[in-house]
């Protein structure tokens, strides 16, 4: 069974996940982070700019999970773009360890190809940050996508279109396609480390952590991972059978055991 944290707010979530980076990192120098885009993970991200300040991170590698096909790299929304104000920058770390898959049409033939041979060539990833979509995907991998898909393009939901319509102008400037890690690439990860925060989550977080392993919920991959870590707050952890066993499984953990 995935592990639960219920916590107080995403501030807290951060800090939770941003400790244990920093421990990653502490042990290993060229630590591989999976990062994910969108609005969950960024308190994790804020979170890491206080506690990797003074600490050499030049070392430190990282895959994003998906890109939009099509997408200048250089738009602001590209996820590319978003990595790198939102990640590299901020925390200083070595653009040229960053990795994120390449959306360019000339080349997305190979493009899943090549980044699954670039993440295997890093050892694969130590530590994957993860959110999920009210539709219940986790990287761009939407419904019905395979347990053993690796990095490959898909289309993307007219939900998740919409839900991601915020960062655009409109949904008319949201691309069709991406280009996301599988699920089987993701499960390959040592840890997962899946946020969520607000109402709106809280179907998919309970499906995805209590439901049926299904194609229909992405999401519920993460019950195959030996390892895997949910971080949600009040909200998204709501429509949980088991919270209350969460929390006390949570308040008696032993010290020396990290999430
Ligand atoms: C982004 C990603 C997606 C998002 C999901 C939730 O790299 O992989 O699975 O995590 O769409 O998005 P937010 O966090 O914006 O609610």
Same mark, same amino acid.
């Given at each position: ?5 219920? !916590? ?6 951060? @800090?939770? #996940?941003?400790?244990?980076? #920093? ?20 308190? #994790?991200?804020?979170?890491?700019? =206080? ?5 050499? !991170?030049?070392?430190?590698? /990282? ?6 096909? *099509?997408?200048?790299? %250089? ?6 773009? #978003? ?6 920058? $901020?925390? *200083? ?7 994120? $898959? ?7 033939? +190979? ?12 050892? /694969? ?5 993860? /959110?999920?979509?009210?539709?219940? +995907? ?14 490959? !393009? ?10 991601? =319509?915020?960062?655009?102008? %409109?949904?008319?400037? !949201? ?20 946020? =969520?925060? *607000? ?18 919920? $992405? *999401?519920?991959?993460?019950?195959? +991972? ?10 998204? @952890? ?12 949570? =308040? ?5 055991? /990290?999430?």
């Amino acid at each position: 069974m995935a592990e639960v944290v219920i !916590v107080e707010s995403p501030e807290a979530a951060g @800090a939770l #996940v941003a400790t244990e980076i #920093v421990e990653l990192i502490d042990s290993r120098s060229d630590a591989v982070l999976g990062l994910a885009t969108g609005s969950t993970p960024l308190p #994790v991200y804020q979170a890491l700019r =206080a506690k990797l300040a003074g600490r050499d !991170v030049s070392q430190v590698r /990282g895959f994003a999970l998906d890109e939009y096909v *099509g997408i200048d790299p %250089s738009h602001p929304e590209s996820y590319r773009s #978003v990595i790198t104000r939102e990640v590299v920058e $901020p925390l *200083g770390l070595d653009p040229e360890r960053i990795h994120v $898959p390449n959306g360019a049409e000339a080349t997305i033939q +190979h493009a899943g190809e090549d980044y699954e041979a670039a993440i295997e060539a890093a050892g /694969g990833v130590d530590l994957q940050i993860l /959110g999920i979509g009210t539709d219940g +995907h986790i990287g761009f991998n939407e419904p019905g996508s395979s347990f053993a898909s690796r990095t490959r !393009v898909k289309t993307l939901t007219e939900q998740t279109r919409e839900d991601n =319509a915020r960062f655009f102008d %409109s949904i008319d400037d !949201v691309p069709m396609h991406c280009i996301t890690q599988g699920l089987g690439t993701i499960l390959r990860a040592r840890h997962l480390v899946l946020l =969520a925060f *607000g109402e709106g989550k809280a179907d998919a977080v309970a499906a995805a952590v209590e439901g049926p392993l299904t194609a229909l919920l $992405p *999401g519920s991959a993460i019950q195959l +991972h030996p390892h895997a870590t949910i971080v949600v707050d009040e909200a998204a @952890a709501s429509r949980l059978q088991l919270a209350d066993y969460y929390r006390y499984t949570f =308040a008696n953990k032993p010290a020396w055991q /990290g999430i």
